[in-house]
């Protein structure tokens, strides 16, 4: 019997909105020093004070300051490509994928007890991490504010951060009903937490 794709999902890692802040607050100043460097006379602005530039005796230190600045956002379009976790439910289990030479997970439908839908808390430090062990949990995560958290029979608690949690948390309940004999220990709900 072929193995039916119930749910696949990738997410990159150029998208994850802490990083993207970051690089853009970096590029920003860049270029800031770079204006400064092009106009190193002292600034008085209402209460603010800005002096002069104060590396004038570094040649075309302003230009490495704009080369920066170009190299970060250089660096934020190449990430947008980079696959950081691909999700797939398929008829055989839960397969997690990283990149580059990260170690695929795998999951099988013997060994799911149970699912249910989480949200991570508002914040802005939520940082991609791809099989990281963290309060019981192990985390698979790229952005987003939604999460299916998948019990193993053994307890262990992955928690698989996704954009379409609804949707992985039906696929997961699909696969799981596929088996009759895993129904008498199926626990499902939806939290927010």
């Not at 607050?25 to 209460?47: D, M, Q, R």
């Not at 997970?105 to 508002?122: D, M, N, Q, T, W």
């Not at 790229?142 to 998948?150: F, L, P, Y």
Request: proline fraction near 3%.
């Amino acid at each position: 019997m072929a193995d039916r794709v119930l749910f696949d999902e990738k997410q990159y890692l150029g998208y994850n909105k802490y990083s993207i802040v970051r690089r853009t607050i970096f590029a920003i100043f860049c270029f800031v020093l770079y204006y400064w460097s092009e106009n190193p006379k002292a600034v008085n602005v209402g209460a603010i004070s800005i002096g002069p530039y104060p590396v004038q005796h570094i040649e075309r230190s302003g230009q490495l300051f704009f080369l920066f600045g170009l190299g970060v956002l250089f660096l934020s379009i190449l990430l947008i490509f980079v696959l950081h976790l691909h999700t797939r439910v398929s008829t055989s289990g839960v397969s997690l994928s990283g990149f580059w030479m990260s170690r695929r997970v795998f999951i099988p439908v013997s060994e799911l007890k149970g699912a249910k839908k989480v949200r991570f808390k508002e914040t802005i430090v939520n940082h991609p991490s791809y099989h990281h062990y963290f309060k019981g949990k192990i985390r698979f995560y790229s952005r987003g504010n939604e999460a299916v958290d998948v019990t193993r029979n053994d307890g262990l608690i992955y928690r698989i951060g996704s954009q379409r949690a609804g949707e992985l948390l039906a696929a997961i309940r699909e696969l799981m009903g596929t088996d009759p004999e895993l129904l008498k220990n199926v626990k499902f709900s939806t939290s927010e937490k």
